[in-house]
């Protein structure tokens, strides 16, 4: 069965930094796209970033750009999301998503984990 676990969501002051982990188990993922997603309050599910499993390339949503990052660790089957200089706005459950590489639909998802920023 098919598993994304995250951790490493925590509350912190505004300006400060997180690192989101996304362990993955089930399957290798060599011919997926791994994606951050994130849900605050009261709004819509909102793509963060996104890495694809086997070249390592990387997407990243406008609103994020230079403050976060995706990264991959093949060992540990796990992606990671690297998050400074973190703003109240940040404030979200984060989700972590798989998606077959030619498919458009994220079809695996992780249960969240939430992120806090006080400002």
């Known amino acids: 069965q098919v598993q994304l676990t995250e951790s490493g969501g925590g509350l912190v002051q505004a300006g400060a930094s997180l690192r989101l982990s996304c362990a993955a188990s089930?399957?290798?993922?060599?011919?997926?796209?791994m994606g951050w997603f994130r849900q605050a309050p009261g709004k819509e599910r909102e793509f963060i970033a996104r890495?694809?499993?086997?070249?390592?390339?990387?997407e990243y949503a406008d609103s994020v750009k230079g403050r976060f990052t995706i990264s991959k660790d093949t060992a540990k089957n796990t992606v990671y999301l690297q998050m400074n200089s973190l703003k109240p706005e940040d404030t979200a459950v984060y989700y972590c998503?798989?998606?077959?590489?030619?498919?458009?639909?994220?079809?695996?998802w992780g249960q969240g984990t939430q992120v806090t920023v006080s400002s």
């Open positions: 890495i694809t499993w086997s070249s390592g390339n990387t």
């Open positions: 998503a798989a998606r077959y590489y030619i498919s458009q639909t994220y079809t695996v």
């Open positions: 089930g399957r290798t993922f060599n011919n997926w796209h």
